[in-house]
């Protein structure tokens, strides 16, 4: 058996934050601020054809989506871009959601409303 030895002054804060948090430099920014008034015509619940893709707009600007096969659900908050919704998961990740005339088109699927 080797005997692994680490030197662990190297790690200072910045090197412990970026372990724990994963490296993700979003998640030290604070979350987006929720837009005023309601979004109209945008909350309940979006889904595609057969069901697998799933988003749950509200109206304080949250947000829930979900993806069959996937364990975990995106949340997070939205806002209005023009003629897009941009969806800021708590992750940091950023996804763009074009407003199109029969719903929602979001990374190809397209959601109509529930």
């Not at 979006?46 to 993806?67: I, Q």
């Not at 003629?83 to 199109?100: C, K, N, Q």
Request: glycine share 12%; hydrophobic share 35%.
């Amino acid at each position: 058996m080797r005997d692994i030895r680490v030197d662990t002054t190297i790690f200072g804060t910045a090197s412990l934050l970026a372990l724990a948090l994963g490296g993700a430099e979003d998640a030290l920014r604070p979350e987006p601020e929720r837009p005023d008034g309601p979004p109209e015509g945008f909350t309940g619940l979006w889904r595609n054809a057969d069901g697998t893709v799933r988003l749950c707009l509200a109206a304080d600007w949250s947000y829930e989506g979900s993806v069959a096969g996937r364990r975990r659900s995106a949340k997070g908050t939205y806002r209005r871009e023009g003629s897009l919704l941009v969806l800021s998961d708590e992750s940091g990740l950023r996804t763009p959601v074009v407003v199109a005339e029969y719903g929602l088109e979001m990374a190809g699927h397209q959601l109509y409303k529930a």
